[in-house]
């Protein structure tokens, strides 16, 4: 079956302007993340949804930031008003359900943010 | 809360040796801890995972982990390396009750493997 989707693969938008990146989850899964990684570190936790419901948004950097989930499946990560520090990957994870920690997430390829 | 501290960001190895690739963590509560693996251009893969069964975990690959409360650590090992091993290595840990803890994985700042021919 298909793995995590996210599109676009890259991104290039200038300072100021306003992008959404897309997650297309594996079918059947109940939960959602998203994560950003930046040149040389680990990946960081931004936002946790299961279903529909954001159950933890305690990973986003500041209230420009924002994601939905409306049905369940496909979610979007909206950025307003991009900053040069905004550059980054952003990954989008999902696993059968998130009610436990041990539960496999599974990665899909990212989606490069350049802010320039 | 949790963190991850992987020691040595690269770490270099010949075709054929031990590979020892350090972790070790900070939790409040019981923790899951978790190896993955990143390719160049490719997405991050699961190696292996502990979940308070055994506490020596073997993955994919011919990589195993031993979870050593202890010492806080979870060293991700394999006898003998293989070129096609060279990649950027990350722990990270997840875990707590039904009423607390982060659902989300916090990842160490990974090491990145070379194998030298």
């Known amino acids: 079956g298909a793995g995590v989707s996210q599109t676009p693969s890259n991104k290039v938008t200038e300072k100021g302007k306003y992008v959404e990146l897309r997650c297309d989850p594996i079918s059947g899964h109940t939960a959602l993340y998203w994560y950003r990684q930046s040149l040389g570190q680990g990946p960081e936790f931004l936002i946790y949804f299961q279903g529909t419901g954001a159950a933890d948004d305690s990973g986003l950097p500041n209230d420009r930031f924002f994601a939905v989930r409306p049905e369940g499946s496909v979610s979007t990560l909206k950025i307003q008003r991009t900053e040069r520090g905004d550059s980054a990957v952003y990954l989008c994870?999902?696993?059968?359900?998130?009610?436990?920690?041990?539960?496999?997430?599974?990665f899909g390829p990212g989606t490069r943010l350049t802010v320039l | 809360a949790q963190s991850v501290t992987q020691l040595g960001s690269h770490v270099s190895v010949s075709e054929g040796a031990l590979v020892l690739l350090r972790c070790n963590y900070s939790?409040?509560?019981?923790?899951?801890l978790f190896w993955y693996v990143q390719y160049p251009n490719q997405g991050l893969q699961l190696l292996l995972k502990?979940?308070?069964?055994?506490?020596l975990v073997k993955g994919i690959n011919g990589f195993e982990a031993e979870f050593k409360k202890s010492e806080t650590s979870f060293h991700l090992t394999k006898p003998s390396a293989h070129m096609s091993d060279a990649a950027e290595y990350f722990c990270?840990?997840?875990?707590?009750?039904?009423?607390?803890?982060?659902?989300?994985?916090?990842f160490g700042s990974g090491t990145r493997l070379q194998v030298q021919p």
């Open positions: 990270a840990v997840s875990g707590g009750s039904i009423y607390t803890g982060r659902r989300a994985l916090t």
């Open positions: 502990y979940t308070s069964a055994a506490t």
């Open positions: 994870a999902s696993s059968l359900d998130g009610t436990s920690g041990y539960n496999e997430q599974f």
């Open positions: 939790s409040s509560v019981p923790p899951y």
